[in-house]
């Protein structure tokens, strides 16, 4: 574990709340923090701690920020909100400098742009660790995460569902499963987690899947391949509302691999549509 | 097998030619057919046979016409588009008298409505047998169904998106899976393949799925539990279209245990739209 080792931490922070969590798990853990912010998507009140907003592109002064910090282990965290557009790019120094690396990478058919960034840091001299070892409390522990719990039907589905979410992930197609009454309505692939429950919704509204009161499991877990360190899944206030619309009865997610984004915020929205959530212990080995 | 051995057969018949094969292919093997037709959804030219058309809920007199006929085989075959509605039934007398035997099968939670025809013909002394058991070539054999065959790019496509499609079926969730240039891009559960296939074509159009030229594949398995006797995958005109305009390169189908329908109809708009079509060897025994 990376924690608590008086290392100076860099945190490049994306959108809401969990930058900040993670800045200050670190200063607990008795780490300086430095907080490069992600231009138009970091919070205002990365403020609060050492920090320098930046735009895409500003590889150079990010390196001499670092260096200056003496920053050499990094964790990425927040939402982005808009894909950055490459062709867009102000390239200073550094950048130009990384760009043989970059387009190496790029001609290697490494299309993956998070595992990109991450070999990036990995050449650059970075460490790249993931949010949830610095703030554990980010991630989904087992048991409930609200005032519901799951009665006995609930169980079956949730076994189910998540069953249905380990397959999927194991074919390296998607992260989450709906399960209503014993029977699988979604599966995700490339639509995301968000248009598949729209489409179980619409499945309803149509008649084609029918159940009354509230059922039926929405589960989530990581793939066994994924890199936890930048890519871990997540639920967030959009999953519990959504849940709520459709009428599931509630959430499972993989205990210890599945983020918890906005947590208060999510607790009091399950509360409110009486929506439980709960962390299941997974059988995979956690990484990082 | 079921053919061959001189026993009249029943043919309950849906829509399109499936139907006219069957009983072709009965007395092609020596035995005489009696084609019960679906009132609204039969193929007129049920005609040509000895014939009856019915409302749903004759039973009584599906029973004194299979009897006449000394039927106790009977395949169920051929599409139904409107799926019928239970509380306009006009239920004859051998309806009536079976109505205790339907009340128990839902009052078991038997909502599964192939199966319960099935066990319900099963009641009445009948044995249901496979449309394909009488006319194999209603099936997908092992090889290319048209002119165009799969490249090397596309034979790894076919590997992963068979695999898919059996992972999914052995969680009971669906039968089909689209995978383009080595990405799942959609998995199918409740809502069926003609949508699951729409799906991919708007993620295409919203450019969150891209490629170039034809690629990628959608595969068709059949569930390991599937009862093949009544409720065998297809694909049919409307596929090979879908799966043309969407841009994919082919369509594999395990063979043995999908059905096309319209099969001289898939294979020209095939080779019109430079679709392949494949048949895999599946590693599923076959059933019925």
Redesign the interface.
Known sequence: MAAGNGKPLGIIAGGGTAPLLVADAAIRAGRPVFVVGIGGEANPDIAAYPHEVLKWGQIGRMQSLFAKHRVTEIVLIGNIRVRPDFSKFKLDLGAIRIMPKVLGMLANGDNDLLSGVVKLLGELGYTVVGAHEIAPELVASVGLLGRRAPDKAAGTDID?AM??AR??G?????QA??VING?????????GTDQMLD??AR?REAG??KWSGRAGILAKCAKPQQDLRVDMPTIGPKTVKAAAEIGLAGIAVEAGRVMIVERPEVIALADRSDVFIVGVAGNQGTRG
Not at 170 to 174: C, E, L, P, S, Y
Not at 183 to 191: F, K
């Open positions: 189910k069953s249905a397959a999927i194991v074919i390296d197609a998607g499963a709906v029977r699988v309505a979604a599966l995700e692939a490339a639509e489409r179980v499945l084609r899947l």
